[in-house]
């Protein structure tokens, strides 16, 4: 069973999409309203699918009424589920037809799109903008449920289609408004969807494809979508990091390094920076003002002494787990330090300096996480610089 609308049902036909609505009760919307989404939806599908080679979703058969991709129109809003929109998966075929790979988890699906956008708190958009972002959101979930429905990481899906809306229709994106979100806990386990927002962490991880793609290429972010077809969890983002001389704490570390720099196109519409435990202005022992760091997640510091020069910065308190890093800011870059169980850096080399612990550890059970205790001793140095 799928949906049932609350007045008589309509059908509005593109050359890929069967819009089903109604103009009465409860889901009522418009004839204009039906319209443009009519052409966004279009638009998503050139762009999606025709544009970037993305694989188009699993035909359903005749479920809806013919083989075009269903998309309804409902009070999503005003009811139980109060969400803009949602993708639900149908039927497991196994494999998709229309990728190169032989899937074993693909399935058919439909999307779910609110009729109106009165109910929730638009951030000065309008509803044809909320709308053209939920559409850009959820036609992505299709197209994921034609590699793997069950995935054991949800957050693949969401930073995946939040990232797409930044490409698809940037004028409508809602993706930089998760960001903030996501800087203010960088300390909690990456993909994880135990956080004191329910799962809004991920949808602000969009910023991890965005990195994968900055610094792999631009068709980086499918060619992981080829591993999330063939392999679960973890394994997917390790074999695609793995022929491209990288590792999964590498790559988050420098990620996380890249959210630091806010080292993005889109960087000026986050409002936000990431959490800092403290401001290191003097030698001495410091340590986090929160509960430490999950399993690939990071603590900020910022290095200020008031003379700047050569400064050591050495971990202790941490059974040896955890990685210390240096980022030298600049106006015209960023550099990454590795100082492993600690090192020298120069502070009088860079306009700011950061120091950020890192713990490396990961499993594939995100939701399972434990925090590590730690502590930064700074003193002068007289040694070379890790630089």
Not at 41 to 56: K, T
Not at 123 to 141: W, Y
């Amino acid at each position: 069973t799928r949906v049932r609308l609350s007045g008589d049902k309509l059908i509005r036909d593109t050359q890929h999409f069967r819009i089903h609505y109604t103009l009465t009760g409860a889901d009522a919307t418009t004839e204009g309203y039906v319209s443009a989404m009519a052409l966004t939806l279009e638009e998503v599908w050139r762009i999606q699918i025709d544009r970037m080679g993305w694989p188009a979703p699993p035909p359903d058969g005749f479920l809806g009424g013919d083989e075009r991709f269903d998309v309804y129109v409902m009070d999503v809003l005003g009811s139980d589920i109060s969400a803009m929109g949602y993708t639900s998966p149908e039927s497991i075929i196994g494999d998709n037809p229309y990728t190169s790979d032989v899937e074993s988890y693909a399935s058919t699906s439909y999307f779910v799109v609110d009729n109106d956008f009165l109910n929730t708190d638009s951030g000065g958009k309008t509803a044809i903008s909320l709308m053209r972002a939920t559409v850009a959101h959820e036609f992505h979930h299709a197209i994921q449920f034609g590699y793997d429905i069950n995935d054991l990481h949800d957050w693949y899906y969401e930073a995946t289609a939040t990232w797409m809306e930044t490409k698809t229709l940037i004028k409508d994106e809602d993706a930089t408004g998760y960001v903030a979100y996501t800087f203010q806990y960088p300390e909690l386990c990456f993909g994880t969807a135990s956080d004191p927002g329910d799962g809004q962490l991920m949808y602000g991880e969009w910023t991890f494809m965005q990195y994968l793609v900055d610094r792999f290429g631009d068709d980086a972010v499918l060619e992981l979508w080829h591993n999330i077809g063939k392999y679960e969890g973890f394994e997917a983002l390790q074999n695609f990091l793995i022929p491209r001389s990288s590792s999964i704490p590498e790559a988050v570390a420098l990620y996380r390094i890249k959210n630091v720099a806010r080292d993005y196109q889109l960087a000026p519409m986050f409002d936000a920076t990431v959490w800092q435990e403290a401001s290191i202005d003097g030698t001495g022992r410091w340590t986090y003002d929160g509960r430490g760091v999950q399993e690939l997640g990071a603590n900020y510091f910022a290095l200020a002494p008031e003379e700047a020069g050569l400064y050591y910065a050495g971990l202790v308190n941490d059974d040896g787990l955890l990685q210390l890093w240096a980022v030298g800011v600049t106006a015209d870059s960023v550099e990454a330090i590795p100082l492993g169980r600690g090192g020298s850096v120069d502070t009088s080399q860079f306009d700011y300096t950061y120091l950020m612990v890192f713990n490396p550890a990961y499993h594939d059970d995100v939701n399972d996480c434990r925090y590590s205790d730690y502590a930064i001793d700074i003193s002068r140095s007289k040694e070379n610089a890790n630089i």
